[in-house]
């Protein structure tokens, strides 16, 4: 079992920046990938970024590239989301999540998942 709980959420301006932290506890050996997924009301949740918890592979989504930097930090089992140039439409439940399995790190299957953190970009 993997407990992920997520934090640094909160109201910023458009342009403005957050750092989102997960903290890991539990078989985080087990862990392949650390991902951010991200959902707004009345939408899918969606990917975000991905990191692998050994390689430091990343991913990110079109939308964010260029502006979100995942990172990890192995002996504190955390995973962080620094989020620049922040917009309106960046505004959603940020979710941190931990999959055990190699496959494709941007769908959301997943194996754990944090309880969320609201971000909200106000224009």
């Known amino acids: 079992q993997v407990q992920l709980v997520e934090s640094g959420g909160g109201l910023v301006q458009a342009g403005g920046s957050l750092r989102l932290s997960c903290a890991a506890s539990?078989?985080?050996?087990?862990?392949?990938?650390e991902g951010w997924f991200r959902q707004a009301p009345g939408k899918e949740r969606e990917f975000v970024a991905a990191?692998?918890?050994?390689?430091?592979?990343?991913y990110y989504a079109d939308s964010v590239k260029g502006r979100f930097t995942i990172s990890r930090d192995n002996a504190k089992n955390a995973v962080y989301l620094q989020m620049n140039s922040l917009k309106p439409e960046d505004t959603a439940v940020y979710y941190c999540?931990?999959?055990?399995?190699?496959?494709?790190?941007?769908?959301?299957?997943?194996?754990?998942w944090g309880q969320g953190t609201q971000v909200t970009v106000s224009s």
């Open positions: 539990g078989r985080t050996s087990s862990s392949y990938y």
């Open positions: 990191i692998t918890w050994s390689g430091g592979t990343t």
């Open positions: 999540a931990s999959r055990v399995r190699f496959g494709d790190p941007r769908a959301t299957s997943y194996d754990y």
